[in-house]
């Protein structure tokens, strides 16, 4: 299974009362936004915020075109994506679960470095169609 990425407008607003600090929101996603200090980091918080604000939201709207968002001043305008997969994995709960197998099949899972837990996320999520 692949991971779901998403991409949005993102408007970087310099804060000029601190050194080379950016306030960034996304037009589109009115409850998303982040700062970040220097390029670098803006980007990296502004992918993260996405998708940390939106891994489990499943009405996001269209994205807006670029030529339609208006800035001030010395802001700009930049698309952003987001692995909402990657961060859904970050904030997923794990649990502890005991079973047995037979042991002629554990044996051969072994001999071929098959990860158990794996495996059997694997085969529930199949048979739950998840």
Known sequence: MSDKFIAYPAIFKPLHNSNDAYFISFPDLPNTFTEGHGLEDSFLMASDVLAEMNYDNKNLPEPSNLKDIKVEDDSFVVIVSGNLSAKKREFQKYVRKNVTVPAELAAKAE????????????????????
Not at 111 to 130: D, H, P, W, Y
């Open 111 to 130: 001999e071929q470095s098959i990860n158990f837990s794996q495996a059997l996320t694997e085969a529930l999520k199949e048979r739950l169609g998840v």
